[in-house]
Protein backbone atom coordinates (compact mmCIF):
# COMPACT_ATOMS: atom_id res chain seq x y z
CA UNK A 1 0.00 0.00 0.00
CA UNK A 2 0.76 3.77 -0.48
CA UNK A 3 2.36 5.83 2.25
CA UNK A 4 0.35 8.68 2.88
CA UNK A 5 1.43 12.06 3.85
CA UNK A 6 -0.45 15.28 4.79
CA UNK A 7 1.19 18.24 3.69
CA UNK A 8 0.02 21.97 4.17
CA UNK A 9 0.33 24.94 2.07
CA UNK A 10 -0.24 23.35 -1.39
CA UNK A 11 -1.53 26.28 -3.27
CA UNK A 12 1.57 27.41 -4.72
CA UNK A 13 5.65 27.16 -4.69
CA UNK A 14 7.28 24.36 -2.61
CA UNK A 15 3.92 22.48 -1.15
CA UNK A 16 2.30 22.62 -4.37
CA UNK A 17 5.67 21.01 -6.33
CA UNK A 18 6.07 18.54 -3.25
CA UNK A 19 2.34 17.44 -3.64
CA UNK A 20 2.32 17.07 -7.48
CA UNK A 21 5.91 15.27 -7.07
CA UNK A 22 5.45 12.67 -4.58
CA UNK A 23 2.29 11.80 -5.61
CA UNK A 24 3.95 10.91 -8.92
CA UNK A 25 6.01 9.12 -6.99
CA UNK A 26 3.53 6.95 -5.81
CA UNK A 27 2.76 8.40 -2.31
CA UNK A 28 -0.78 8.67 -0.81
CA UNK A 29 -0.82 12.60 -1.03
CA UNK A 30 -3.38 14.87 0.95
CA UNK A 31 -2.60 18.45 0.10
CA UNK A 32 -4.32 20.57 2.20
CA UNK A 33 -4.59 24.38 1.77
CA UNK A 34 -5.83 27.71 3.29
CA UNK A 35 -8.81 28.41 0.68
CA UNK A 36 -11.29 26.58 -0.65
CA UNK A 37 -10.42 27.68 -4.36
CA UNK A 38 -7.29 26.24 -4.11
CA UNK A 39 -8.60 23.17 -3.37
CA UNK A 40 -10.63 22.65 -6.48
CA UNK A 41 -7.94 23.45 -8.70
CA UNK A 42 -6.03 21.19 -7.27
CA UNK A 43 -8.48 18.16 -7.19
CA UNK A 44 -9.02 19.16 -10.85
CA UNK A 45 -5.28 18.67 -11.20
CA UNK A 46 -5.28 15.57 -10.00
CA UNK A 47 -4.48 16.19 -6.02
CA UNK A 48 -6.41 14.85 -3.20
CA UNK A 49 -7.35 17.85 -2.03
CA UNK A 50 -9.10 20.04 1.21
CA UNK A 51 -8.47 22.97 3.43
CA UNK A 52 -6.43 23.51 6.86
CA UNK A 53 -5.76 27.11 7.59
CA UNK A 54 -3.14 27.06 10.57
CA UNK A 55 -4.50 30.05 11.85
CA UNK A 56 -7.70 28.47 12.89
CA UNK A 57 -7.77 25.59 15.61
CA UNK A 58 -11.05 24.46 14.37
CA UNK A 59 -9.31 24.45 10.71
CA UNK A 60 -7.00 22.47 11.93
CA UNK A 61 -8.77 19.98 14.30
CA UNK A 62 -11.13 19.42 11.01
CA UNK A 63 -8.56 19.23 8.78
CA UNK A 64 -6.59 16.45 10.37
CA UNK A 65 -9.65 14.71 11.12
CA UNK A 66 -10.46 14.56 7.17
CA UNK A 67 -6.55 13.62 6.40
CA UNK A 68 -7.07 10.91 9.16
CA UNK A 69 -10.46 9.18 7.80
CA UNK A 70 -9.25 9.51 4.37
CA UNK A 71 -5.70 7.91 5.19
CA UNK A 72 -7.66 5.09 6.80
CA UNK A 73 -6.56 5.45 9.92
CA UNK A 74 -2.89 5.53 9.74
CA UNK A 75 -0.54 8.60 8.95
CA UNK A 76 3.54 7.72 7.87
CA UNK A 77 4.51 11.32 7.23
CA UNK A 78 3.49 15.15 8.23
CA UNK A 79 4.82 18.17 5.85
CA UNK A 80 4.56 21.44 7.55
CA UNK A 81 5.02 24.00 4.67
CA UNK A 82 2.80 26.50 5.18
CA UNK A 83 4.17 29.66 6.23
CA UNK A 84 3.53 33.52 5.46
CA UNK A 85 5.94 36.88 5.71
CA UNK A 86 5.28 39.88 7.06
CA UNK A 87 8.34 42.10 5.53
CA UNK A 88 9.28 45.45 7.41
CA UNK A 89 11.77 46.79 10.14
CA UNK A 90 11.71 45.34 13.55
CA UNK A 91 10.98 48.95 14.95
CA UNK A 92 7.81 48.95 13.14
CA UNK A 93 6.33 45.56 14.23
CA UNK A 94 3.13 46.08 16.03
CA UNK A 95 3.04 43.48 19.08
CA UNK A 96 -0.26 42.06 16.98
CA UNK A 97 1.86 41.46 13.66
CA UNK A 98 4.03 39.11 15.56
CA UNK A 99 0.86 37.39 16.88
CA UNK A 100 -0.65 36.81 14.04
CA UNK A 101 2.43 35.49 11.70
CA UNK A 102 3.30 32.97 14.85
CA UNK A 103 -0.23 31.86 15.06
CA UNK A 104 0.82 29.91 11.36
CA UNK A 105 3.67 29.69 11.33
CA UNK A 106 4.51 28.43 15.06
CA UNK A 107 1.75 27.70 17.34
CA UNK A 108 -0.37 25.78 14.07
CA UNK A 109 2.31 24.39 13.09
CA UNK A 110 2.89 22.83 16.43
CA UNK A 111 -0.67 21.85 16.88
CA UNK A 112 -0.93 20.03 14.01
CA UNK A 113 2.45 18.22 14.81
CA UNK A 114 1.24 17.33 18.02
CA UNK A 115 -2.09 15.51 16.77
CA UNK A 116 0.45 13.82 14.33
CA UNK A 117 2.95 12.50 17.08
CA UNK A 118 -0.43 11.06 18.85
CA UNK A 119 -1.47 9.25 15.70
CA UNK A 120 1.84 7.72 15.18
CA UNK A 121 2.22 6.50 18.37
CA UNK A 122 -0.32 4.28 18.24
CA UNK A 123 1.78 2.69 14.93
CA UNK A 124 4.11 0.11 16.03
CA UNK A 125 5.27 -0.57 19.60
CA UNK A 126 7.38 2.56 19.52
CA UNK A 127 5.44 4.84 17.05
CA UNK A 128 6.27 5.31 13.38
CA UNK A 129 6.38 8.29 11.37
CA UNK A 130 7.93 11.42 9.93
CA UNK A 131 7.44 14.73 10.89
CA UNK A 132 9.37 17.28 8.34
CA UNK A 133 9.75 20.88 9.62
CA UNK A 134 10.22 23.53 6.33
CA UNK A 135 12.23 26.11 7.96
CA UNK A 136 14.73 28.36 5.82
CA UNK A 137 17.91 29.76 5.76
CA UNK A 138 16.15 32.80 7.86
CA UNK A 139 16.35 30.00 10.56
CA UNK A 140 20.48 29.80 10.73
CA UNK A 141 20.76 33.78 10.60
CA UNK A 142 19.10 36.78 10.14
CA UNK A 143 18.78 39.80 7.45
CA UNK A 144 17.10 43.06 7.31
CA UNK A 145 13.25 43.51 7.30
CA UNK A 146 12.82 39.90 7.49
CA UNK A 147 12.65 39.91 11.58
CA UNK A 148 8.86 38.86 11.85
CA UNK A 149 9.41 35.63 9.84
CA UNK A 150 13.21 34.81 10.75
CA UNK A 151 11.42 35.11 14.41
CA UNK A 152 9.26 31.97 13.82
CA UNK A 153 12.10 30.18 11.84
CA UNK A 154 14.33 30.73 14.89
CA UNK A 155 11.70 29.28 16.96
CA UNK A 156 10.98 26.51 15.28
CA UNK A 157 14.15 25.20 14.60
CA UNK A 158 14.53 25.26 18.49
CA UNK A 159 11.56 23.64 18.91
CA UNK A 160 12.30 20.81 16.73
CA UNK A 161 15.88 20.30 17.97
CA UNK A 162 13.87 19.61 21.33
CA UNK A 163 11.49 17.52 19.41
CA UNK A 164 14.11 15.12 17.43
CA UNK A 165 15.93 14.86 21.40
CA UNK A 166 12.53 13.45 22.89
CA UNK A 167 11.55 11.38 20.29
CA UNK A 168 15.23 9.49 19.62
CA UNK A 169 13.24 6.34 22.06
CA UNK A 170 10.61 6.07 19.28
CA UNK A 171 10.85 5.80 15.69
CA UNK A 172 8.93 8.67 14.94
CA UNK A 173 11.72 10.98 13.28
CA UNK A 174 11.81 14.34 13.55
CA UNK A 175 13.39 16.79 10.02
CA UNK A 176 14.35 20.11 9.21
CA UNK A 177 14.89 21.47 6.00
CA UNK A 178 15.93 24.81 5.17
CA UNK A 179 15.77 26.82 1.93
CA UNK A 180 17.29 29.32 0.58
CA UNK A 181 16.21 31.41 -2.31
CA UNK A 182 13.17 29.25 -3.90
CA UNK A 183 10.46 30.29 -6.43
CA UNK A 184 7.75 30.81 -4.78
CA UNK A 185 4.99 33.08 -4.16
CA UNK A 186 5.57 34.10 -0.27
CA UNK A 187 7.06 37.71 -1.68
CA UNK A 188 3.82 38.61 -3.34
CA UNK A 189 1.73 36.44 -0.46
CA UNK A 190 3.61 38.67 1.82
CA UNK A 191 2.10 42.01 0.64
CA UNK A 192 -1.39 42.37 2.28
CA UNK A 193 0.01 41.72 5.66
CA UNK A 194 3.20 44.39 4.99
CA UNK A 195 0.47 46.55 4.23
CA UNK A 196 -2.22 46.14 6.92
CA UNK A 197 0.77 45.84 9.92
CA UNK A 198 3.68 48.27 8.77
CA UNK A 199 2.93 52.21 8.68
CA UNK A 200 6.39 52.74 6.67
CA UNK A 201 5.28 56.40 6.30
CA UNK A 202 5.65 57.93 9.44
CA UNK A 203 8.71 55.36 10.23
CA UNK A 204 11.99 56.74 10.87
CA UNK A 205 13.02 54.19 8.29
CA UNK A 206 10.85 55.67 5.44
CA UNK A 207 13.78 56.39 3.34
CA UNK A 208 15.06 52.83 3.54
CA UNK A 209 12.17 51.53 2.69
CA UNK A 210 11.77 53.72 -0.69
CA UNK A 211 15.22 52.77 -1.41
CA UNK A 212 14.83 49.27 -0.61
CA UNK A 213 12.17 47.44 0.79
CA UNK A 214 9.28 49.16 -1.98
CA UNK A 215 11.24 48.38 -4.60
CA UNK A 216 11.49 44.58 -3.95
CA UNK A 217 8.30 44.09 -3.15
CA UNK A 218 6.43 46.06 -5.67
CA UNK A 219 8.91 45.99 -8.82
CA UNK A 220 7.99 43.41 -10.95
CA UNK A 221 11.09 40.54 -10.77
CA UNK A 222 12.24 40.00 -14.35
CA UNK A 223 15.28 37.59 -13.61
CA UNK A 224 15.50 35.18 -10.65
CA UNK A 225 17.43 35.98 -7.56
CA UNK A 226 20.98 34.96 -7.54
CA UNK A 227 21.22 31.51 -6.37
CA UNK A 228 17.26 30.08 -6.64
CA UNK A 229 16.32 27.23 -7.36
CA UNK A 230 12.91 25.77 -8.56
CA UNK A 231 10.58 24.30 -5.43
CA UNK A 232 11.67 20.58 -7.49
CA UNK A 233 15.02 21.42 -5.69
CA UNK A 234 13.32 21.25 -2.21
CA UNK A 235 10.88 18.21 -2.91
CA UNK A 236 14.19 16.34 -4.02
CA UNK A 237 15.57 16.69 -0.14
CA UNK A 238 12.16 16.19 0.76
CA UNK A 239 12.05 12.71 -0.61
CA UNK A 240 15.44 11.28 0.78
CA UNK A 241 13.93 12.96 4.11
CA UNK A 242 10.69 10.89 3.63
CA UNK A 243 12.34 7.50 1.36
CA UNK A 244 16.18 7.26 3.66
CA UNK A 245 16.32 4.51 6.25
CA UNK A 246 18.43 6.63 8.35
CA UNK A 247 17.62 10.92 7.58
CA UNK A 248 19.45 13.61 8.35
CA UNK A 249 18.29 15.83 10.87
CA UNK A 250 18.63 18.70 8.57
CA UNK A 251 18.52 18.97 5.14
CA UNK A 252 20.04 22.61 3.41
CA UNK A 253 18.74 23.65 -0.06
CA UNK A 254 20.74 25.98 -2.53
CA UNK A 255 24.17 27.72 -1.94
CA UNK A 256 23.24 30.37 0.37
CA UNK A 257 21.73 27.69 3.23
CA UNK A 258 25.04 26.15 2.66
CA UNK A 259 27.19 29.13 3.17
CA UNK A 260 25.16 30.85 5.76
CA UNK A 261 25.04 26.85 8.21
CA UNK A 262 29.07 27.20 7.43
CA UNK A 263 29.07 30.68 8.48
CA UNK A 264 27.14 30.04 11.67
CA UNK A 265 30.01 27.98 12.94
CA UNK A 266 32.93 29.15 11.85
CA UNK A 267 32.33 33.41 12.20
CA UNK A 268 32.96 35.63 15.02
CA UNK A 269 29.44 37.86 15.00
CA UNK A 270 31.03 40.81 13.66
CA UNK A 271 31.86 38.72 10.27
CA UNK A 272 28.20 36.97 10.53
CA UNK A 273 26.69 40.47 10.67
CA UNK A 274 28.56 41.50 7.78
CA UNK A 275 28.16 38.86 5.64
CA UNK A 276 24.23 38.57 6.57
CA UNK A 277 24.34 42.47 5.37
CA UNK A 278 24.94 41.68 2.43
CA UNK A 279 21.66 39.04 1.44
Known amino acids: MAKTIL??????????????????AGWHVLATCRRSQDCDRLRAEGLESFPLDLADPASIEA???????????????????????????????????LREIFETNLFGL???????????????????????????????????????YVATKFALEGLSDVLRLEMQDTDIKI????????????RA????????????????????????????????????DRFELPASAVTRKLRHALEAPRPKARYYVTTPTYLMGFARRILPNRALDWLASKG
Open 63 to 97: GFNEAVARAGGRLDALYNNAAFACPGAVEDLPPDA
Open 110 to 148: HDLTRRAIALMRQQGSTGEGRIIQCSSVLGLVGIRWRGA
Open 175 to 186: ILIEPGPVTSKI
Open 7 to 24: ITGCSSGIGYDAAHGLAR
Open 189 to 224: NSIPHFEKWIDWRRSARRAHYESSLLKRLYEEKTVP
